[in-house]
């Protein structure tokens, strides 16, 4: 076994190889960017070293900086995570070269898989069931739209060396192949340097089941079973659990023998996923192999009691699998949450910030060892994060994923929902709120799964905004007066002269104030009327007491009574904005005064900005074009997803500050513009 490894990534999935290898008695060395100086992996690791600026292409993709420190610090291995260098066949051979081993697949299975198309290919002789499609190299656009017209609408474009839903489209009539098709080449040029295409069939709501497979160079290879990801948003994973729900033995034998068979016609070694589209009949096809462990792993390990990173480092070392296939077998039910920073309620662009609170629901210690010592671990977190971190526009803006583990998959919802409500951060926006109707939404309760789910129940899963309610407002109000009660009682207010305390009492009286809040286009005037003991409040024409409020500053919950109902929130007041967690899900206000709303008023047509830090990728028009409203001005790209501004109305291009390249801030102007 090895002694010391070096681990190649960032984030969760460093510090989840970390804690494997200590617990395994391996030494670790960190990798890091100028931005992750001070992150938790380089923290929970033995040594770390600086691979450069915080771009990837200067850090943590310069595989020569990583080998050149492995062999500094005398790692033996290297592990790549997922990411960055994991599919890299030349970063595997040139580790085998400097004669260190990879923790994954060979090189050659790499190649095989690394090209969508040349993977059809090779499936189709190991009798592998396929999508109907074209997987050629013949690249011409108007080609390209000729087979796209033969196969029939609607079709999937794909970059042909992508992965995490970059570079696809769904095309679903010939006039918007070729805008469609130019848009996912340059995104799949700018992620992964090759612009290649495949086109295939969509399948009609289609389930996204994958089967994780684990060889060793002993020639065993095995199956745990499957995971369903069908619920994504741009065609990325948003939710996925184990095992599939509605899976047949024979379909799971099935698709777990096509799996091992497209592994053993790579010669694979190591952690590797097939991923399947299936129809709603059950007929499956093949769709692509990621070559490495998959951000979803954490479910199959909490369902068959296996660490699959202790798996990879014990192959990687030259053992067997540590279980033959009829030792495995499946126990309960587990989900696993991806909470991104990001706003569902604007398309879900990425969100960029620090975190300036941040509370996770407690989670049991996480230990699997095989032998199912009465039952796992119900709520397991996996984050590379901590309170006062900065998630950056350079890498994936993942928070934590939250895994929940039930002995059905009702539990295993009731857990996750429970925990969700637990989930507080404050600093940027996030999904949580939006994971947690997801979790109550009718078609996920049913397991009526297909990866347009979200875009299928989109009023359920984000609703118009609505006034809020006065317990709401009353909420808001016992927040902020329990936090100032809290305040008053610091030394420094608490000995100063009676005019500046805050018990509300007046010689003319009690004091009676209003507070106001505003929430989206909402704003509420909420009148507290102070007493002895307590306060009433009138707010959305409800009246309610407020009694016992009380604010623990270390954990900044609030508790007391609302009328004769006791109640427990999170609560931070962060600048101009109060930040509720409650157990329906976070709110946030704006508290006086009202955030003002720049860009909403017809006032603030002419002002297109951007909505998050990125790089100006492309402009669609010129200074002085006429264009007409919904039509595109320029793109831009942050956290390798493309984001397109257009023409809020019919009008004229007046400035274009930028140019192709160019690196803008959140709420820079990108494009004067006059309406007609």
Not at 343 to 369: Q, Y
Not at 390 to 406: E, H
Request: contains cysteine; hydrophobic residues 40%.
């Amino acid at each position: 076994m090895f002694t010391k490894i070096l681990i190649a990534n960032r984030g969760e999935i460093a510090c989840r190889v970390a804690t494997t290898a200590r617990r395994m008695g391996i030494r670790t060395v960190a990798v890091y960017s100028d931005a992750d100086a001070r992150s938790r992996h380089v923290a929970t690791c033995d040594e770390a070293y600086r691979l450069g600026p915080p771009p990837a292409r200067e850090s943590y993709l310069r595989g020569d900086l990583v080998l050149e420190i492995a062999r500094r610090t005398g790692a033996q291995a290297i592990h790549p995570g997922y990411g960055f260098l994991s599919e890299n066949e030349e970063f595997a051979r040139a580790v085998h070269d400097a004669g260190l081993v990879f923790i994954g697949p060979p090189p050659s299975a790499i190649a095989a898989m690394g090209s969508k198309s040349a993977a059809k290919s090779l499936m189709a002789r190991a009798h592998v069931p396929l999508v109907p499609g074209y997987h050629g190299d013949e690249q011409d656009p108007a080609y390209l739209k000729g087979q796209a017209d033969a196969i029939g609408y609607p079709v999937l474009i794909k970059a042909s060396a992508g992965g995490g839903g970059k570079g696809m489209r769904i095309v679903t009539k010939s006039a918007d192949f070729e805008a469609m098709l130019a848009s996912c080449q340059r995104e799949a040029k700018n992620a992964f340097s090759d612009d290649k295409v495949l086109i295939e069939r969509y399948v009609q709501r289609p389930r996204h089941i994958e089967i994780q497979v684990f060889a060793d160079t002993h020639g065993n290879c095995v199956y745990l079973f499957e995971r369903d990801c069908s619920v994504q948003r741009r065609h990325q994973k948003v939710i996925e659990e184990a095992p599939a729900p509605g899976m047949t033995l024979d379909r799971r034998q099935a698709m777990g023998e096509a799996a091992v068979a497209a592994a053993r016609a790579v010669g694979y070694v190591g952690a590797g996923t097939v991923e399947f589209i299936a129809e709603p009949d059950g007929t499956f096809f093949f769709m692509e192999m990621n070559t490495r462990l998959q951000v979803e792993h954490p479910v199959t390990e909490m369902i068959t009691g296996q660490d699959l990173v202790e798996w990879q480092l014990r192959v990687a070392a030259g053992e067997p699998l540590p279980a033959t296939q009829e030792q495995l077998a499946i126990r309960g039910h587990a989900i696993e949450a991806r909470v991104y920073a990001e706003n569902p309620e604007k398309g879900f662009l990425p969100s960029t910030g620090t975190l300036r609170h941040l509370r996770s629901p407690e989670a049991a210690a996480f230990r699997i060892d095989g032998s199912h010592p009465g039952e796992p671990a119900a709520v397991r977190i996996d984050s590379g994060v901590r309170k006062g971190d900065a998630i950056s526009p350079y890498y994936d803006p993942m928070i934590a994923k939250l895994i929940v583990w039930g002995r059905d998959r009702n539990q295993a919802i009731a857990r996750m929902r429970h925990a969700l409500g637990e989930f507080e951060v404050v600093g940027l926006s996030t999904n949580v709120a939006f994971l947690q109707r997801l979790m109550g939404c009718r078609a996920f309760v049913a397991a009526d799964l297909d990866t347009a789910l979200i875009e299928r129940e989109r009023d359920a899963l984000l609703p118009a905004g609505a006034e809020p309610s006065g317990r709401l407002l009353a909420l808001a109000a016992a927040a902020v007066l329990a936090i100032e009660q809290a305040d008053a009682h610091e030394p420094r207010v608490a000995h100063a002269d009676p005019w500046s305390q805050r018990t509300g009492w007046r010689s003319g009286g009690w004091l009676s104030r209003t507070l106001l809040f505003s929430q989206g286009a909402s704003k509420e005037a909420v009148r507290v009327e102070y007493a002895p003991g307590g306060f009433t409040v009138h707010a959305a024409g409800e009246t309610a007491c407020l009694a016992g409020l009380r604010h623990d500053r270390l954990t900044h919950r609030v508790s007391g009574l609302v009328g004769s109902e006791s109640f427990e929130i999170g609560a931070v007041i962060d600048g101009e904005h109060l930040h509720l967690f409650t157990s329906q899900g976070p709110q946030v206000f704006g508290y006086a005064p009202p955030l003002a709303h720049a860009g909403e008023d017809a006032a603030d047509v002419g002002l297109l900005t951007a909505p998050m830090p990125g790089k100006v990728i492309a402009l669609l028009c010129e200074k002085g074009a006429k264009v007409r409203r919904g039509q595109p001005l320029l793109v831009i790209e942050a956290m390798k997803m493309e984001h397109t501004l257009s023409a809020p109305a019919d009008g004229e291009v007046t400035e274009l500050p930028f140019a192709v390249g160019d690196q803008v801030t959140e709420g820079a102007r990108l494009v004067g513009f006059a309406a007609r």
